[in-house]
Nanobody
Framework: VQLVESGGGSVQAGGSLRLSCAAS??????????MGWFRQAPGKEREAIAA????????FYAESVKGRFPIAKDNANHTLYLQMNSLKPEDTATYYC???????????????WGKGTQVTVS
C-alpha cells in the first residue's frame, strides 16, 4: 500500500487548507481500509487527530481539532481528505495519513503510513 499526502503549505491563522491522501497499490478494496490523519510538531510526540473506520464507519476526532477538521473518504477515487478550517499557529506540524484493514480509530498502530506534508500556520 502506498500513501501520498498533498495539500500542505503556509497559511495565516484563521485560514483553511485541505489535505489529500492518495492511496495506491492496494491489496484490498479501498472501502475495506480504515484511515486516519496524524500530526507531529517539532519536539512533540505524534498525535492522532482524525480517523474514519472502514466501510463508511464512524469518525473519530481529537479534542484539539473537533469541529474544525472534518475527515472524509472518497472510495471511488481512493483518496482521504482532511479539511482544515480556522487554523491556529499550534496546528503547525507535519501531517501524515495512515491506513489499515483493522478498525483502529485514533490508535497509532496503523500498518501503512505516508511520508507526510508540512503545514505551517502563522
Amino acid at each position: 500500500v502506498q500513501l501520498v499526502e498533498s495539500g500542505g503549505g503556509s497559511v495565516q491563522a484563521g485560514g483553511s487548507l485541505r489535505l489529500s491522501c492518495a492511496a495506491s497499490r492496494l491489496h484490498y478494496d479501498f472501502d475495506n481500509f480504515s484511515m486516519g490523519w496524524f500530526r507531529q510538531a517539532p519536539g512533540k510526540e505524534r498525535e492522532a487527530i482524525a480517523a474514519i473506520d472502514k466501510r463508511n464507519g464512524p469518525t473519530f476526532y481529537a479534542e484539539s481539532v473537533k469541529g474544525r477538521f472534518p475527515i472524509a473518504k472518497d472510495n471511488a477515487n481512493h483518496t482521504l481528505y482532511l479539511q482544515m478550517n480556522s487554523l491556529k499557529p499550534e496546528d503547525t506540524a507535519t501531517y501524515y495519513c495512515a491506513a489499515d484493514i483493522r478498525p483502529l480509530g485514533l490508535r497509532q498502530t496503523y500498518g501503512y503510513w505516508g511520508k507526510g506534508t508540512q503545514v505551517t500556520v502563522s
